[in-house]
């Protein structure tokens, strides 16, 4: 009994009995140390793309919001601020059509519209707007932006304007907040 004790120990081939289970085991260990980085950039690549499309309806909402409390009839509300003035741009040589000043039709003289434009503005201003990275703050800018896409599709119907064309922001289509 102790020589086969003996011969089991100074088998030759008794590692590559477990050379399976070592290879198995370092595959693992080099999987889990891949699967961590890439699972970081990843992480963060798609972090950044539902980042950019969250910013830009939420950017598209103001904006419109903008354009519709501007074209308020003589707005007294001081919780809209005025249009953004133009900066001044070097002059650049225009044709006589070019120069034509356009301005929007005012909108109609109605409470709840201007009601429902104040609470938009409201909604998605953005210096009210969150930024934290945290559960709460995320799920309050959810909240907010997808209460301005509801306000949103109001004013338009009660404007008459039609919702998803080229104006209304293509990018915005299919993006679930």
């Not at 693992?28 to 499309?53: F, I, P, S």
């Not at 598209?60 to 919001?65: S, T, V």
């Not at 119907?157 to 915005?172: H, I, L």
């Amino acid at each position: 009994m102790a020589s086969n004790q003996q011969t089991s120990q100074d088998d030759p081939f008794d590692s590559l009995l477990h050379l399976e289970s070592q290879f198995y085991t370092e595959g693992y260990n080099q999987g889990a140390v891949d699967g961590v980085l890439a699972g970081r950039t990843e992480g963060r690549q798609l972090g950044l793309e539902k980042g950019y499309q969250k910013f830009l309806e939420a950017g598209r909402l103001y904006g419109r919001a903008l354009v519709w409390a501007n074209r308020l009839p003589a707005r007294s509300s001081s919780s809209l601020p005025p249009a953004p003035s133009p900066q001044k741009l070097p002059a650049v040589p225009t044709t006589e059509a070019e120069t034509e000043k356009k301005e929007l039709p005012p909108l109609p003289k109605n409470p709840r519209l201007e009601k429902h434009i104040t609470t938009l503005y409201a909604l998605v201003e953005t210096e009210s707007l969150s930024m934290e990275n945290t559960d709460e703050a995320v799920n309050d800018f959810d909240d907010r932006i997808k209460r301005g896409q509801g306000k949103a599709k109001i004013i338009e119907r009660m404007v008459g304007e039609k919702s998803g064309g080229e104006e209304a922001g293509a990018a915005s289509k299919g993006i679930t907040v």
